[in-house]
């Protein structure tokens, strides 16, 4: 079974610093990836989603995030961060039926602070 | 488009008392998801429907978990008899699934809270 693995809980940047956020995922065969954002009251919003081809992805808000299948990796990026980014983010990878795909398997998520 | 709506966004309950949460997806989206979020964790996959047709379901918590989308649209989740460990955020997700079978993108609500007392 796929599972999706974000190895930190809690991340502090300070506001006009770059981010990477990180993510590593286990699945078999290619995986369809997602970034999504999730902040109090709200629903998750889509970042960003990697599909196939080019394994650097633009997103929504300035972020991107690059698909290493050497490493099984799937890391979010902005150079500049905003007081508004704080928020909780997840990664995600599609799961896969005979049907297609059935839905998506969530990492535990990043919770980013942002410092004045 | 309005998106996708849950209500209530908040519902408090008291243990063994049943509970219904309604989701209304955006109207042309043939799939629609539950997921439940607890405090810390990403959302866990509990359900979906293509159409009228509840594809997955194995992955209910129990057998006091149902789902329903009985026409196609809106989709309730019941939970009978709640229990304090239900308290959670329960998150529906509406998508548009093609004759293409790779992944599509899903749109989430805002959720509905529960807290089992």
């Known amino acids: 079974a796929q599972s999706v693995t974000q190895p930190d809980i809690h991340i502090t940047v300070s506001e006009g610093a770059s981010l990477e956020l990180r993510c590593n995922y286990s699945?078999?065969?290619?995986?369809?990836l997602f970034w999504y954002v999730q902040s109090p009251g709200q629903g998750l919003q889509l970042l960003l989603k990697y599909f196939s081809g080019d394994t650097l992805v633009q997103g929504i808000k300035g972020f991107e995030a690059e698909f290493k299948r050497s490493q099984s990796s799937f890391n979010l990026r902005k150079p500049s961060v905003h007081w508004s980014d704080a928020a909780e983010y997840f990664c995600a990878v599609a799961e896969y039926s005979g049907g297609g795909a059935d839905g998506l398997t969530f990492g535990k998520g990043t919770h980013l602070i942002i410092q004045p | 488009d309005t998106g996708v709506s849950q209500n209530p966004r908040h519902k408090i309950t008291k243990r063994g008392q049943n509970v219904t949460f309604r989701c209304d997806p955006i109207s042309e989206h043939n799939r629609l998801y539950w997921y439940r979020q607890t405090l810390g964790q990403g959302p866990e996959f509990l359900t979906y429907?293509?159409?009228?047709?509840?594809?997955?379901k194995s992955r209910l918590l129990s057998d006091r978990f149902s789902a329903e989308r009985p026409k196609g649209s809106f989709s309730t989740l019941e939970i009978q008899r709640t229990e304090q460990g239900d308290s959670a955020m329960y998150l529906c997700?509406?998508?548009?699934?093609?004759?293409?079978?790779?992944?599509?993108?899903?749109?989430f609500g805002a959720g509905s809270r529960l807290t089992v007392l």
């Open positions: 997700a509406s998508s548009l699934q093609g004759s293409y079978s790779g992944a599509n993108v899903l749109t």
């Open positions: 429907f293509q159409n009228e047709a509840q594809l997955e």
């Open positions: 699945y078999g065969a290619t995986p369809y």
